[in-house]
């Protein structure tokens, strides 16, 4: 057990898992890489970034993930759309960056307008260059064991609990959530270590009895606080992946605060680590997407690349 991301919570036994930390030294070994391989094939690895809309949320992502992709030496590529746009054209611009030979990653922003067909859009990136790990074909090998672009949120995860915890073979993990984003490939990624792995939704009978079973839980749910305290066993590893804003009239009229998934005093109390919101999962989804890039990058050129 390692523990060299993780601090102790301030009056409770649990260990906070310092997501932000870890991604700041994933990004620098990344950077690393990425100068190495851009001088093997001549150019920066490039990622192509596709953003339809004005969602205040899914600007903000995009404009951190560009200031990253550019801190980390890499190129980044911007593609803004308006609101209208149709999925015709939206399917064009992808075709064109499929086959252009400088984009190493393509990442369109979700959510899409209602008049675009998400699956559609996704599934018409090349698996190749689908850094978010979205296409049906990595999904698939993710599911046999095959080389894959991972999503990049359940990676983030499974290096978190990895670097807590070392090795994950033989613990009984339970996943709440079971989404094509996070849900599903999260399971994958803990049965690929060995877990005992357990999927647990909505219609779960008893959702806190197999919750409270896990040595590794997972929340994945998008409901703010609602995993507590007698949902976890005592020193359970407890990864919060939800990002929710709630109103905090406390700080004055209209005003949020963020929240996870998890009511982490509670759970805190009682597991043995657990991943703040915000500071936890959230930078490590962005770190692994440079990762994803770099990777695919990489393989596109055939060239080998240190462990990240």
Do not use: W
Request: aromatic share 2%.
């Amino acid at each position: 057990m390692t523990q060299t991301g993780a601090t102790q919570a301030p009056t409770t036994g649990a260990a906070v898992i310092d997501g932000k930390a870890f991604s700041d030294r994933l990004v620098t070994r990344v950077a690393d890489a990425a100068s190495a391989l851009a001088a093997r094939i001549g150019r920066a690895p490039a990622l192509a970034v596709v953003l339809v809309g004005d969602n205040p949320a899914s600007a903000v992502y995009v404009r951190n993930k560009i200031e990253r992709t550019t801190a980390a030496g890499m190129r980044s590529i911007e593609r803004r759309l308006d609101a209208t746009t149709g999925q015709d054209e939206l399917l064009a611009i992808i075709d064109e960056l499929n086959a252009d030979d400088g984009v190493d990653g393509i990442l369109v922003q979700l959510p899409l307008p209602p008049q675009i067909d998400e699956a559609a859009v996704i599934n018409a990136i090349s698996p190749d260059k689908d850094v978010d790990g979205f296409h049906v074909v990595n999904a698939g090998r993710l599911a046999t064991g095959q080389d894959a672009l991972v999503p990049c949120t359940p990676y983030g995860c499974l290096m978190l609990l990895q670097d807590h915890l070392g090795d994950l073979s033989g613990l009984n993990a339970v996943v709440v959530g079971r989404s094509n984003i996070v849900g599903k490939p999260m399971a994958q990624l803990l049965v690929q270590q060995s877990c005992t792995v357990t999927i647990a939704h909505s219609r779960t009978r008893d959702l806190q009895a197999v919750c409270a079973a896990a040595d590794i839980l997972v929340a994945a749910v998008g409901r703010p606080e609602m995993i507590t305290g007698d949902f976890i066993k005592p020193g359970a590893t407890v990864i919060d992946v939800g990002i929710n804003r709630v109103p905090a009239p406390e700080r004055g009229e209209g005003k949020f605060r963020l929240t996870g998934d998890v009511d982490f005093a509670s759970a805190a109390a009682v597991a043995g680590a657990i991943t703040p919101v915000p500071g936890g999962v959230g930078p490590m989804t962005i770190a692994c997407l440079l990762r994803n890039t770099l990777v695919a990058a990489a393989r596109r050129f055939d060239a080998e690349l240190a462990d990240l």
